[in-house]
Structure formats: C-alpha cells, structure tokens
C-alpha cells in the first residue's frame, strides 16, 4: 500500500511538473505560433544542449519561446508522459539529447523517421527539463 501511494504522489508531482513547465499550453497552441513565426534562431541541437549546460538564465533568453530551426541527427522517436509524440536529436551528451515534442496529429508522420538520420525541424523554445527541450515542432 505504501509503495501504491509513493508511486501515486511521483506521478501527480511530474504532471505538476509538466504543467508548470508548459504554462499548460497545449503542443497544438505551440504548434501555430510555429507556423505563424518566422524563425528567430537557427542552431544545431548540440549548440543548444551546449548553451544550456553551461548556462541555464542565458539559454532561456536565447531560446525559450522564440521560434527555432533545429538541426541534428535523430537518437531516438518516442512518446513522452502525456502520449505525446517526439523525436530526440543527438547532441555531445552520451544520455542527454534534445528533446523535440509534436502534436498528436503528427504519429503517422513520426513512424516514418528513422534513428540516424539528419532533420531539421521548426520549434518553439521550451527551456530545460534535464535536458532542453522543444515544443510545437514540424519538420521542415
């Protein structure tokens, strides 16, 4: 029973988490302010993930929230806590890449990619939760 309500308590903190790290917008409202922006920053995933390494305050005012064309070598395609979907991009961390979360509506569209591969996507900036992350994204 104790283990029950241990594992009910972490699940309710990291959607907590994830709420407050998302301002509760849904990655469909990130998503139109992609297609509606022109992109601010264009940078490989490894320059990200290097910028927030050596300073989390800087990266978020470079990144977060501006719209990004990100390029980098698939690591892996997945899906998140919430069911969503993303792809994460290599970056000089052997265990940390640069997570990359799309709509829903984008499954059909992310079972056709393949690990090793170079893409360049379209993102809003999302800032850091162990590793940086994006939001909103469509492939270019």
Not at 130 to 139: A, D, E, K, T, V
């Amino acid at each position: 029973m104790v283990y029950r309500n241990a594992l009910a308590a972490a699940a309710l903190t990291m959607a907590a988490l994830l709420v407050i790290a998302t301002g509760g917008d849904t990655e469909k409202d990130k998503e139109k302010k992609v297609k509606s922006s022109k992109v601010s920053v264009r940078v490989t995933a490894d320059a990200i993930y290097r910028a927030y390494k050596a300073n989390e305050v800087a990266a978020d005012n470079k990144y977060k929230g501006k719209v990004i064309a990100v390029s980098g070598i698939v690591d892996s395609i997945g899906k998140g806590f919430t069911g969503g979907p993303y792809i994460s991009l290599k970056t000089s961390s052997p265990i940390l890449g640069v997570r990359c979360y799309f709509a829903k509506s984008h499954l059909g569209e992310l079972a056709k990619i393949k690990k090793n591969t170079e893409v360049t996507l379209k993102c809003v900036g999302g800032g850091k939760i162990m590793s940086p992350i994006l939001r909103g994204c469509l492939i270019k």
